[in-house]
C-alpha cells in the first residue's frame, strides 16, 4: 500500500492569495483527518469525515480555510486567503475508526510570506 | 488544563540507558491510548497502543493508570536510533485523538 499521499511536499506563497493543499487517504479507511502542527501549539485537529462526510470542523481556525472530500480517495483543504500566521505543517491522516491508530501522510509545509 | 501533558524534555542518556516517559490526560472517560513516535521534520508513526494490562513491544514497555489518569512508556537498552519526538496520545472528547506536545529524546554514544 501507498500510505497516505499529501501534495504538495512544500508551498510557499504570498499573503492573500489562495492554497489547496491535497490529501489521497489509504484505501479502504473511511476515516480522514486533517493536522496542523506548529512549535507553539504542536498538533492540533482542524476536521474530519467519516465516509466522506464532514462530522466534525471544530477545530478549522476560521473561515478562512475550508475542506472538502469529494469522494473516498481525495480530500483537499484549501485557506483563502492566507496569512503569514497559516505557516505550519499541515497532515492528512486516515483509519479505519476514531479510536484506532491513524496513518499519517508526509506532511505540507506551508510557508506564507 | 490540557487535555494531554507531557514533558517536554529533552531527555539525554547515553545508550544502553532506560529512560521512561509519562504523561497524564484530563478525560477519565477515554478509552484508547497510543504512543507515536516523530523523527525530525517527519510524520508521526504509530509506535505502539496502550493497554489497561500494560504491554510490551521488544524494548518497549506501555503502561497505564486509569486510576491516576496517567500513561507511560519506558524504553529499555536505548539506542540510537531511539532518538525522536514521543507523542502521548489519547481519544479525547468528541471520540477524537488528541496528541500531546511530545517528548523529546536524545540519545548519545
Known amino acids: 500500500d501507498a500510505g497516505v499521499i499529501q501534495s504538495p511536499r512544500h508551498e510557499v506563497t504570498e499573503m492573500g492569495q489562495e492554497v489547496t493543499l491535497r490529501c489521497k487517504p489509504i484505501s479502504g479507511h473511511d476515516y480522514l483527518f486533517w493536522y496542523r502542527q506548529t512549535m507553539m501549539r504542536g498538533l492540533e485537529l482542524l476536521i474530519y469525515?467519516?465516509?466522506?462526510?464532514?462530522?466534525?470542523d471544530s477545530g478549522m481556525p476560521e473561515d478562512r480555510f475550508s475542506a472538502k472530500m469529494p469522494n473516498a480517495s481525495f480530500s483537499t483543504l484549501k485557506i483563502q486567503p492566507s496569512e503569514p500566521r497559516d505557516s505550519a505543517v499541515y497532515f492528512c491522516a486516515s483509519s479505519l475508526g476514531t479510536g484506532r491508530g491513524y496513518t499519517f501522510g508526509s506532511g505540507t509545509r506551508l510557508t506564507v510570506v | 488544563r490540557k487535555e494531554v501533558e507531557q514533558d517536554p524534555g529533552p531527555f539525554n542518556v547515553p545508550e544502553g540507558a532506560t529512560v521512561a516517559f509519562n504523561c497524564t490526560y484530563s478525560n477519565s472517560a477515554s478509552q484508547s491510548f497510543f504512543w507515536y513516535r516523530q523523527d525530525c521534520r517527519k510524520e508521526p508513526k504509530l509506535l505502539m497502543s496502550?493497554?489497561?494490562s500494560g504491554n510490551e513491544d521488544g524494548r518497549f514497555t506501555a503502561q497505564l493508570n486509569r486510576a491516576s489518569q496517567y500513561i507511560s512508556l519506558l524504553i529499555r537498552d536505548s539506542k540510537l536510533s531511539d532518538s525522536a519526538t514521543y507523542l502521548c496520545v489519547v481519544m479525547g472528547y468528541g471520540n477524537k485523538l488528541v496528541f500531546g506536545a511530545g517528548t523529546i529524546l536524545r540519545v548519545k554514544s
Open positions: 496502550v493497554y489497561s
Open positions: 469525515f467519516n465516509n466522506n462526510v464532514p462530522i466534525d
